[in-house]
């Protein structure tokens, strides 16, 4: 089993749909998640952390997590034709102290 | 807002060339990270310091070294590159705290030929 895995996608929704993306994790340790947008041939930038057991708002994005079940998800409500991009799911691992990323879901928002 | 900086978008070096990766942040972040990311392969860790003068080996250190004289300023060297070695190579930056996040720098396109 992969430590962060993702679905590679690519995950394609109509503009205005919600795009959901899902994240699975090994270490039941973890505390911190994290994901990350990463536009083609650029660096990944931070859009959400989140600690706690449930969802977390901020505009038009929700993480949701759920430590026993070990995943984390990214609702994108909304969704515009700028969301188009990879989303970078990483993990902060409690046994090792790394930070763990997945290989990323390219999502395709189509106008 | 946090502010990685990398010397260079776009690099070309030949083989057995010495090549310096440099990266600073100003943000005063104890924590600093060198990653290369390859398609299908996603991001592997190089190095990482967590203090000055301070280094740790990622998972996959060969073929690298670092150096981190300054808090704020994080080099990656690549002692004799190889053709292998070509990759897109990103800096990140965090603030001491366990499981803090990690702010990227834009990103060096690193071609050895």
């Known amino acids: 089993q992969k430590e962060v895995e993702q679905n590679s996608g690519p995950l394609s929704v109509p503009e205005g749909a919600i795009a959901s993306l899902n994240c699975t994790y090994s270490?039941?340790?973890?505390?911190?998640f994290f994901w990350y947008r990463q536009y083609s041939g650029k660096s990944p930038e931070l859009i959400m952390f989140?600690?706690?057991?449930g969802d977390k708002e901020d505009g038009r994005f929700t993480a949701q997590l759920n430590k026993a079940s070990q995943y984390v998800s990214l609702l994108i409500r909304d969704s515009q034709p700028s969301d188009s991009a990879t989303y970078l799911c990483a993990v902060h691992f409690s046994n090792t102290g790394k930070l763990i990323f997945g290989q990323g879901t390219t999502l395709q928002v189509k106008p | 807002d946090v502010k990685v900086t990398q010397s260079s978008r776009y690099l070309v070096k030949r083989t057995g060339e010495k090549v310096f990766l440099e990266c600073v942040q100003d943000?005063?972040?104890?924590?600093m990270f060198w990653y290369r990311q390859d398609p299908g392969l996603g991001l592997r860790l190089i190095y990482f310091s967590y203090d000055v003068k301070m280094k740790e080996k990622g998972d996959i250190p060969e073929g690298y070294s670092v150096s981190r004289e300054k808090k704020e300023r994080f080099s990656l060297i690549l002692e004799s590159a190889s053709t292998n070695q070509t990759s897109m190579y990103l800096c990140a930056s965090s603030p001491f705290r366990p499981g803090g996040e990690q702010y990227f720098g834009p990103g060096t396109r690193l071609t050895v030929t």
């Open positions: 270490d039941r340790g973890s505390q911190s």
């Open positions: 943000m005063d972040h104890e924590n």
């Open positions: 989140i600690y706690s057991n």
